[in-house]
């Protein structure tokens, strides 16, 4: 039987608890991911964030609308909605990941076994599970897309 260590992405891409949201969302863009493991300053996870916490985050302070908006600015269009959507472009960007990251994570050690980690990831709904040492550092990530390419080698 597979181990998560030898289906894990690794080095796994993640972010600090202490930068940004817009340095969190760079890294999710550049990558083409949708969401990174949260570090500490000494590599342990501290949470995780996904492009879903963010966008719930930016609906919150106004920066995504409520309603659809075409691509166009109509000479209408209230100006007071896009000064909020500016100063709410503003706190994204200062947002500290640690203020919106999902800090209850189930991680998996290198060593736990596939089936394992498919079982927790399906019985808690979740897309992606780090995967820690034993002094809980950060090591690797196991994806959706991981299980799939281990059951594709079965």
Known sequence: MQTA??????????????????????LLAKHRISGLPV?????????IISDTDILRYSEKIKVV????????????????????????????HQTRVKEVMTKK???VNEEAEATDVARLMNRRNINRIPVVDDDNKLVGIVTRADMVQ???KL
């Open 150 to 152: 281990c059951m594709a």
């Open 39 to 47: 570090v500490d300053s000494q590599g342990k996870i501290a949470g």
């Open 5 to 26: 260590k030898e289906i894990m992405s690794a080095p796994p891409i993640s972010v600090h608890q202490d930068k940004t949201l817009q340095d969190a969302i760079e």
């Open 65 to 92: 609308p409520t309603t659809n908006l075409s691509g166009w600015i109509s000479p209408y269009t209230d100006v007071s909605n896009l000064a909020t959507m500016q100063k709410g472009m503003e706190t994204l």
């Open 105 to 107: 994570v189930h991680t």
